[in-house]
């Protein structure tokens, strides 16, 4: 199994709602990703989890907050977002989290902030 | 962070070889060359990569420089399901885990 699942496929919220995106993977890998994508541009890295602790966080603002409850399991909690949040966020996971590993991503969550 | 510099657009025929440039003139020693590609609305999918030796598998095939400054990845017999955006990353190590910073990318058509 190389797949890596996100829910839900598509998300709209207006800015006071509180939602969450699941990513959940059985390959064993150790570490996890979360990615924004903006339309007709690359990803950008946002969090990073090895091993279930928070290793990099590319400054994002605190209305983004991750969570790994596991090692299979990866959330990011949303609180109070805006318009310009709107963006299709991409899950990754890779074996430990060396620069030499692959990253298998999901599919994303397609997220609009009203 | 090294930088990946790829063209904006491509085009191939269907069945010819499709060959991807990218440049990354700023590689240091430890870091791997990574291809990607993203068919639209869908996650970015692995080609292959590599660090210094060339790389061929399944999908694709790797030509690396010798200064490792510039890369080419070989589609060798294209079809229409290859038309996607191919991003060329350079992967480092960052504290306790890696990071891979995706370059703009090449959006590669394939026509009949």
């Known amino acids: 199994d190389t797949e890596v699942t996100q829910t839900p496929k598509h998300l709209v919220m207006g800015m006071t709602n509180k939602k969450s995106l699941k990513c959940e993977q059985h390959m064993g890998h150790r570490a996890m990703y979360w990615y924004k994508q903006k339309a007709k541009k690359p990803p950008e890295l946002m969090f990073v989890?090895?091993?279930?602790?928070?290793?990099i966080n590319e400054s994002v603002p605190s209305r983004f907050s991750p969570e790994c409850p596991n090692s299979s399991l990866l959330n990011l909690h949303l609180h109070a977002l805006q318009p310009e949040d709107s963006a299709l966020y991409l899950c990754?996971?890779?074996?430990?989290?060396?620069?030499?590993?692959?990253?298998?991503f999901g599919p994303g969550t397609r997220l609009l902030v009203l | 962070d090294a930088k990946t510099t790829q063209p904006t657009s491509m085009d191939c025929a269907e069945g010819r070889a499709a060959n991807l440039p990218c440049n990354h003139s700023t590689i240091s020693g430890n870091e791997y060359v990574y291809w990607y590609r993203q068919i639209h609305s869908q996650g970015p999918q692995y080609i292959i990569h590599g660090l210094k030796n060339n790389e061929t598998n399944e999908m694709a095939s790797l030509i690396i420089t010798e200064d490792r400054k510039s890369s080419t990845l070989i589609l060798p017999h294209a079809t229409l399901r290859d038309t996607a955006v191919y991003y060329c990353?350079?992967?480092?190590?960052?504290?306790?885990?890696?990071?891979?910073?995706f370059g703009s990318g090449t959006r590669l058509s394939i026509r009949p």
């Open positions: 990754a996971s890779s074996w430990r989290g060396d620069s030499q590993e692959t990253q298998y």
């Open positions: 990353i350079v992967s480092l190590q960052d504290s306790s885990a890696s990071k891979i910073i």
């Open positions: 989890y090895s091993y279930e602790k928070l290793s």
